[in-house]
């Protein structure tokens, strides 16, 4: 198991006073929330940080940890002595839904849950907790339906009382039609009540991996389609690809780059169903042989068109 | 331990099903049924229609309630701080998904 330098994650000496630490910890929480950030490894940065203001926001965690510092250097294989947190009393105020990393669990693990539960409030006897999950899933799923073998991390507490977690493979028909940011309810997959009783629910929310041709907006989807000038200028029915197949779509003459041409109906079939939006690019022919060259300079001659006219040069 | 169970689950889209109450929420959210109100109070949820009787809302108010339960606890912002926030929040994303619709 690795050491963990909780000071060095939080950036602080170790000498830091406890306003500094919770300092650091509200500057790097907001930069790695989850919620927030937009960095990519935003959620286990967040985690990191989250486990190590954890230890060393709490005086007597952090006394512990500190006796341990001055043994194994960081990275150095680690194992906690055996009498170890003999004397020190862990309140477990606070704690998270779980994935602590290991040297965590080994340090506070078992004491740090005791009691963790006590803030929580939603307390329904004889019925499990609901349990939470998201998953990405392909936009073919809610288009058309369809059975998505789906791995999740399900908090569970072992036989020594402790919070891990564990990987549940479930296959789940996902329901058509169903939208970013949206659940599926499975009754009865939550947790399980202690003794008799019902479990509660599994939520799982369902966020889409981006498509290489369909943008999703919510039910809507939108797609960029590129035409020849001429296409866009004369109007034409060009070949379109849709999530039901391919479509012969009629072009308005006098079409520009950015027209907008909708599909009632033809977006995610949720109800009601979303619209299907085409894009129109216009994308020019390259004037790489004399043949092409001599067609644009026609153009050029028969066009009395300058496109900078309303920049007022 | 993994478990893998053969027989495909079903379940329904949950925010097309009824309106939720103070009491679903507090329970599907894990917090005090106080909580929940405290959050309509301070506008970070939104009742549907203010029945007299008792207070309910869309299946949208789960994501939402569940993550201002997460801005809470992980960046300690009272409960004005998480309303201005989260309406912050749905503004980026909607101008996010406006400037990948003029790119």
């Not at chain 1, 990275?75 to 003999?86: H, K, L, S, V």
């Not at chain 2, 201002?68 to 309303?83: F, V």
């Not at chain 2, 406006?98 to 790119?103: F, G, I, S, Y």
Request: aromatic share 8%; proline share 7%.
């Amino acid at each position: 198991m690795e050491f963990k330098d909780y000071y060095k994650v939080m950036g602080v000496a170790r000498d830091a006073t406890e306003a500094q630490i919770k300092q650091a910890y509200r500057k790097l929480a907001r930069k790695y929330h989850p919620d927030v950030s937009k960095e990519k490894d935003a959620e286990a940065r967040f985690k990191e940080v989250g486990e190590a203001y954890e230890v060393l926001k709490s005086p007597e965690k952090r006394a512990a940890y500190d006796q341990l510092g001055k043994g194994p250097r960081p990275g150095e294989d680690f194992r906690p002595p055996p009498d170890w947190g003999a004397g020190f009393e862990f309140s477990g105020a606070g704690a998270r839904d779980s994935d602590y990393s290991d040297f965590f669990e080994a340090l506070f693990g078992a004491r740090a849950r005791a009691g963790a539960d006590n803030r929580r409030g939603g307390f329904h006897p004889g019925r499990g907790e609901d349990h939470h999950a998201k998953v990405l899933l392909d936009l073919d799923a809610t288009l058309h339906g369809g059975t998505r073998q789906l791995s999740l991390r399900v908090p569970e507490i072992d036989a020594e009382g402790r919070l891990v977690s564990k990987e549940r493979v479930l296959n789940v028909q996902v329901p058509k039609g169903i939208l970013p940011g949206q659940h599926i309810r499975l009754a009865g997959q939550g947790a399980r009540p202690p003794g008799e009783g019902t479990p509660g629910d599994l939520f799982i929310e369902v966020e889409f991996q981006p498509h290489p041709l369909y943008r999703i907006d919510g039910r809507d989807l939108y797609l960029e389609l590129p035409v020849a000038p001429w296409e866009a200028a004369l109007g034409a029915t060009v070949k379109t690809p849709t999530p039901n197949g391919t479509v012969d779509l009629k072009i308005p003459p006098g079409s520009h780059a950015g027209t907008k041409l909708r599909l009632k109906g033809r977006g995610i079939p949720a109800s009601p169903p979303g619209d299907f939006y085409v894009i129109l690019q216009i994308a020019l022919p390259p004037a790489d042989d004399d043949k092409a060259k001599a067609a644009y300079a026609a153009m050029a001659a028969a066009l009395p068109f300058n496109p900078r006219a309303n920049l007022g040069v | 331990m993994t478990s893998s169970e053969d027989q495909a689950l079903s379940g329904a889209i949950f925010e097309e099903s009824a309106l939720l109450t103070v009491k679903d929420l507090s329970r599907m959210c894990a917090v005090d049924e106080r909580h929940i109100v405290e959050f309509v109070e301070e506008g970070v949820l939104n009742v549907v229609e203010v029945n007299a009787v008792e207070w309910h809302f869309t299946g949208a108010a789960l994501r939402r309630a569940r993550r201002a339960l997460r801005l809470e606890r992980d960046l300690e912002i009272n409960l004005a701080g998480i309303a201005l926030a989260l309406e912050l929040m749905e503004e980026v994303e909607r101008l996010r998904r406006e400037l990948q619709a003029r790119r």
